[in-house]
């Protein structure tokens, strides 16, 4: 399994990639940058939100950016998450419908809120909703992808080791 800090390196790599392959390409400049800060993000919306413990990278980050407290709260807001999700099972780490769950489970409360005070959605907003969407879930299958990769070659080492 890759580290957090090699996930997240990757993933700010991806994210310059695709923003400024995005603006090269003509796409609006709102969006290219919703998309960026979507792929961003997902190092701390992780498909390894799954880990009970405190040794997820993101954590590290919102700590330095918001402090210990905002950290622990943030933690604590994903411990039921982390308890009745398995570590890389479908649920966390299956591309697209992964990033679906984790963001419901993040957002279902101000969701509901929000409907109860009658707020309404407009087109702009469903589609920036939709290309922050597409950023994590892109993040998330650079993710999952080295997992994968990673875990292969351990594996494989661990093959040609024991054939010796």
């Known amino acids: 399994m890759s580290s957090g800090v090699v996930h997240t390196k990757t993933t700010m790599i991806t994210a310059l990639l695709a923003g400024t392959a995005s603006s090269f390409l003509g796409a609006d400049m709102g969006y290219s940058i919703i998309g960026t800060f979507g792929i961003m993000l ?11 413990d405190t040794g997820f990278h993101g954590l590290y980050i919102l700590r330095v950016l918001f402090g210990e407290y905002f950290s622990r709260v943030f933690q ?6 982390s308890m009745i999700v398995r570590h890389r099972s479908w649920i966390s780490h299956a591309p697209i419908i992964s990033t679906a769950i984790r963001l419901m489970y993040l957002f ?25 969407f597409s950023g994590i879930a892109l993040s998330d299958c650079m993710h ?21």
């Open 42 to 52: 997902g190092v701390i919306l992780s498909p390894d939100l799954d880990l009970s």
């Open 76 to 81: 604590a807001y994903w411990t039921p998450y």
């Open 108 to 132: 279902a409360p101000l969701v509901i809120v929000l409907i109860i005070l009658g707020y309404r959605i407009n087109e702009d907003s469903i589609i920036s909703l939709i290309v922050l």
């Open 144 to 164: 999952i992808a080295m997992d994968v990769l990673s875990t292969g070659i351990k594996n494989a080492i661990r093959r040609l080791v024991s054939c010796r």
